[in-house]
């Protein structure tokens, strides 16, 4: 049963750039969240993508974006990038509770992205 | 304010011995409260997950962890440590329906021989 799958791995771009990260969630989930970790911290929420619409955001500027297709996989996209955009970029896939549950996350092994 | 605290940054403890990671969150509703770990490089794993029930709960590789209410923490346990646990060990905390799970700071471990 393969598990949640991110791609790239890693990323080199340069200020001002746009990048595109991608992620395919785990086998019979449907809902994906996007977080960012930088070295050293806790991931932070960027936003959660069900039923193809964003449903959830954190406090993250417009130049982060997403996507989600009727498959379930899902985009990150982040334009006019910025050093402090280096960090580790996880995406985490759930089964959607329904306002009852929360079956925690799958996380795939994020992409590393740096900015120079 | 939604919020996770774990108070210690890194721990070391030594192969075979105890440990307790410890946890407090402040939450407006009722949480479900998770740990997960996560080794050099690689996603996080979740390790067990709280909602209601027994305040004990067991989860993977060994690990427990206790909810006590009326601390408002949810601190992990293992009975003893072996040298594969080394890793950076997160409290989260989220609402029923899956929706934004806040995660602490993390709490590195290290196992000494």
């Known amino acids: 049963d393969a598990g949640v799958t991110q791609s790239p791995t890693h990323l080199i771009k340069t200020r001002g750039q746009q990048v595109t990260l991608r992620c395919s969630p785990k086998s019979g989930h449907d809902t994906v969240s996007w977080y960012q970790q930088a070295l050293g911290q806790g991931p932070q929420f960027i936003f959660q993508y069900y039923e193809e619409e964003e449903r959830q955001r954190g406090n993250f500027p417009d130049r982060f974006s997403g996507h989600q297709f009727p498959n379930y996989s899902s985009e990150l996209n982040v334009n006019a990038l910025l050093l402090g955009d280096s960090a580790l970029y996880l995406c985490a896939s759930s089964l959607d509770g329904s306002g009852r549950r929360n079956y925690g996350y799958t996380f795939g092994s994020g992409t590393r992205l740096t900015v120079v | 304010a939604q919020s996770v605290t774990q108070p210690d940054i890194h721990i070391t403890v030594s192969e075979g011995a105890s440990l307790e990671l410890r946890c407090n969150y402040s939450?407006?509703?009722?949480?479900?409260l998770f740990w997960y770990v996560q080794s050099p490089g690689q996603g996080l794993q979740l390790l067990l997950k709280?909602?209601?029930?027994?305040?004990l709960v067991q989860g993977i590789k060994g690990f427990e962890a206790e909810f006590k209410r009326s601390q408002s923490s949810f601190n992990l346990r293992k009975p003893s440590v072996h040298w594969s646990d080394a890793a950076e060990y997160f409290c989260?905390?989220?609402?029923?329906?899956?929706?934004?799970?806040?995660f602490g700071a993390g709490t590195r471990l290290f196992v000494k021989a």
């Open positions: 989260a905390v989220g609402p029923p329906g899956g929706f934004k799970t806040i």
């Open positions: 939450y407006g509703a009722t949480p479900y």
């Open positions: 709280y909602f209601s029930g027994d305040t």
